[in-house]
């Protein structure tokens, strides 16, 4: 029953990965309660946010949302004493490599933060179990590959990555401490596609500062070229190599995570990635099959904060969650030109649910060609 059903927190749940994360939690039968100060996502017309708005209609369920900054203590005091939550999925925070080397105080300032703030309300009402949206560049750049969770960490390039691996080592010392609590730290690769349906999708605000959704736009006409940040690596094509991981197989890893936090695990570290590089090249090259569109770019320096190579070794994370990414390279990117779909035109979006109705990275941006 709904009434029974385990109340889930989840913080920057209006963003790209965390609405994905969002429709799991309630496919899966949770009840997630999102919080996000909509810096990163568009506002709907009903105050909801729209990406929210979708996963709505996609699980055709209601989904509670309070625009609350991840900051704010005492907002967060006040939303756990309303609630009783048994866990917290936690994404909140700023997110962009190259920002974060122009800006890191700023990075620091929300990402430390805010964790530190939510950690305290988590303590103060109980609530012991959480996931921790983590990132690879926790690794700094590779001393070998594949990456597996045994690599040394905090070496990192960039203040954005420095930022996970303080937390990460905020968490670690906090279950250290404290008897009782427990984490799951998922270390994620590069998060790209779209969910089926094409209604949610990443939505940057601004020009993208992740590859593939710079790419979609490209093809779409919504930018005039990609720029490709270094040449000059020692890869196959003298491009940046990243493990691309679709953003649902991504979702469902969290609640892989979720039902581990059941055996009171303690802390645990799991890399989420497919264990195949691909170059910035060839993913160039994979959305002009996809999309049947040439995507101009042009070469620049590298960027600062990049490292050459990063991919993952997910072996722990099959062995101990029962999780392994299920989708390739072709299915992030594809495009099926749907049939007439019957369904659309009775529904408050013009798509259709159906397995008539495409997918992936492609589809999002050629129905979504200004995002939300």
């Given at each position: 029953?709904?009434?029974?059903?385990e109340?889930v927190?989840?913080?920057?749940?209006a963003?790209?990965i965390g609405?994905?994360?969002?429709l799991?939690?309630?496919?899966a039968?949770?009840?997630?309660v999102?919080?996000?100060?909509l810096?990163n996502?568009a506002?709907?017309?009903d105050g909801?946010?729209?990406?929210l708005?979708?996963?709505?209609?996609?699980a055709r369920?209601?989904?509670a949302f309070q625009?609350?900054?991840?900051?704010?203590?005492?907002?967060l005091?006040?939303?756990?004493?309303a609630h009783?939550f048994?866990a917290v999925?936690h994404?909140?925070?700023l997110?962009a490599v190259g920002e974060?080397?122009q800006?890191p105080l700023?990075?620091?300032?929300?990402n430390?933060?805010?964790t530190?703030?939510?950690?305290?309300a988590m303590?103060?009402?109980?609530v012991?179990?959480i996931?921790?949206s983590?990132?690879?560049?926790?690794?700094?750049d590779?001393?070998y590959?594949?990456l597996d969770?045994?690599h040394?960490v905090?070496?990192?390039?960039n203040p954005y990555?420095k930022?996970?691996?303080?937390?990460e080592?905020?968490?670690?010392?906090?279950?250290k401490?404290?008897?009782?609590w427990?984490a799951?730290l998922?270390?994620?690769f590069?998060?790209?596609?779209?969910?089926?349906?094409g209604?949610?999708?990443?939505?940057?605000?601004g020009?993208p500062?992740?590859?593939?959704?710079?790419?979609?736009?490209?093809?779409?006409g919504?930018?005039?070229?990609?720029?490709v940040?270094?040449?000059?690596?020692e890869?196959?094509?003298g491009?940046g190599?990243?493990?691309?991981?679709h953003?649902?197989d991504l979702?469902k890893g969290?609640?892989?995570?979720l039902?581990?936090?059941?055996e009171?695990?303690?802390?645990?570290i799991?890399?989420?990635?497919t264990?195949?590089g691909?170059?910035v090249l060839?993913m160039?090259?994979?959305?002009?099959?996809a999309s049947?569109?040439e995507?101009k770019?042009?070469?620049?320096g590298?960027r600062e904060?990049?490292v050459?190579a990063?991919?993952a070794?997910?072996e722990?994370?099959e062995?101990?969650?029962g999780?392994?990414?299920?989708f390739g390279l072709?299915?992030?990117?594809?495009?099926?030109?749907?049939?007439?779909?019957?369904?659309?035109s009775?529904?408050?979006?013009?798509?259709?649910?159906?397995?008539?109705?495409?997918?992936?990275l492609?589809?999002?941006?050629l129905?979504?060609p200004m995002?939300y």
């Amino acid at each position: 029953p709904a009434a029974m059903a385990e109340r889930v927190l989840v913080t920057g749940g209006a963003g790209y990965i965390g609405s994905h994360c969002v429709l799991q939690l309630a496919e899966a039968g949770y009840e997630p309660v999102v919080i996000d100060n909509l810096r990163n996502a568009a506002r709907g017309p009903d105050g909801l946010p729209e990406s929210l708005r979708r996963v709505q209609h996609i699980a055709r369920t209601p989904i509670a949302f309070q625009e609350l900054d991840i900051t704010d203590g005492a907002a967060l005091r006040e939303l756990f004493a309303a609630h009783r939550f048994s866990a917290v999925m936690h994404f909140a925070g700023l997110k962009a490599v190259g920002e974060s080397v122009q800006r890191p105080l700023e990075y620091y300032g929300v990402n430390l933060t805010g964790t530190i703030r939510l950690l305290e309300a988590m303590e103060a009402h109980g609530v012991r179990n959480i996931v921790f949206s983590s990132s690879a560049t926790v690794y700094g750049d590779p001393q070998y590959l594949p990456l597996d969770e045994k690599h040394p960490v905090g070496g990192c390039t960039n203040p954005y990555g420095k930022s996970k691996y303080f937390i990460e080592e905020m968490i670690q010392d906090l279950c250290k401490a404290e008897k009782g609590w427990n984490a799951i730290l998922l270390r994620y690769f590069n998060p790209i596609g779209a969910h089926e349906s094409g209604m949610i999708g990443e939505d940057p605000q601004g020009i993208p500062n992740n590859l593939m959704p710079y790419v979609a736009q490209v093809a779409v006409g919504r930018q005039e070229f990609l720029s490709v940040f270094g040449n000059d690596y020692e890869t196959a094509d003298g491009t940046g190599v990243r493990d691309y991981i679709h953003v649902v197989d991504l979702a469902k890893g969290h609640i892989a995570a979720l039902k581990k936090l059941k055996e009171n695990c303690g802390c645990k570290i799991y890399n989420l990635g497919t264990g195949t590089g691909y170059s910035v090249l060839q993913m160039v090259r994979a959305m002009e099959k996809a999309s049947g569109r040439e995507i101009k770019y042009k070469m620049t320096g590298r960027r600062e904060g990049d490292v050459a190579a990063c991919y993952a070794n997910p072996e722990l994370a099959e062995r101990e969650l029962g999780w392994k990414a299920a989708f390739g390279l072709d299915k992030m990117c594809k495009s099926i030109s749907p049939p007439q779909c019957t369904m659309a035109s009775s529904q408050p979006f013009p798509y259709c649910l159906s397995p008539c109705a495409g997918e992936d990275l492609w589809r999002w941006q050629l129905q979504n060609p200004m995002g939300y």
